[in-house]
């Protein structure tokens, strides 16, 4: 029997189908296949996500930013002007992408508006400094990318 190339086409055509459509059924039957994108509690990591972008909206509303500076004693940190020092709570948290044991957080307590990151608390290379940060009811969040 001869097949002609319409007939060909058309067996091969089903075959993919085919083909495609099992892999389809075992994605959407086999239990150890389930990976779910969407975490427990959806909603309200969004609502924190959105948090974090006004806190964000809020820092870079400001006249005055944070400034950062490496020192011989570590790494020196000055809030702006006009912000009572006493009343700014919040945490600082440095992250080193190289190396997650070496990643910590300082709670914010300040009795002037600088804060002294010390040397012995962080090696050379890449950190990112991120400061949540709240001052009379109002959130900020400051972050960097620093080498140090």
Do not use: C
């Amino acid at each position: 029997m001869k097949i002609s190339w319409g007939t060909g086409l058309v067996i091969g055509m089903v075959l993919f189908i085919g083909f495609i459509m099992y892999f389809v059924y075992r994605m959407t039957t086999d239990n150890n296949l389930q990976h779910d994108l969407v975490t427990e509690g959806y909603y309200q990591k969004e609502m924190e996500l959105q948090g974090d972008i006004y806190a964000q909206q809020n820092m870079a509303a400001m006249e005055k930013q944070i400034i950062g500076s490496k020192t011989e004693e570590g790494y020196f940190l000055r809030f702006p002007e006009g912000f009572e020092a006493e009343k700014i709570k919040g945490k600082v948290f440095l992250y080193r992408p190289s190396n997650k044991q070496l990643d910590f957080e300082i709670l914010l307590e300040l009795t002037n508006p600088n804060l002294l990151i010390p040397d012995s608390r962080l090696l050379d290379g890449r950190w990112n400094i991120t400061i949540d940060w709240e001052y009379e009811g109002k959130k900020y969040r400051f972050k960097k990318q620093i080498t140090y």
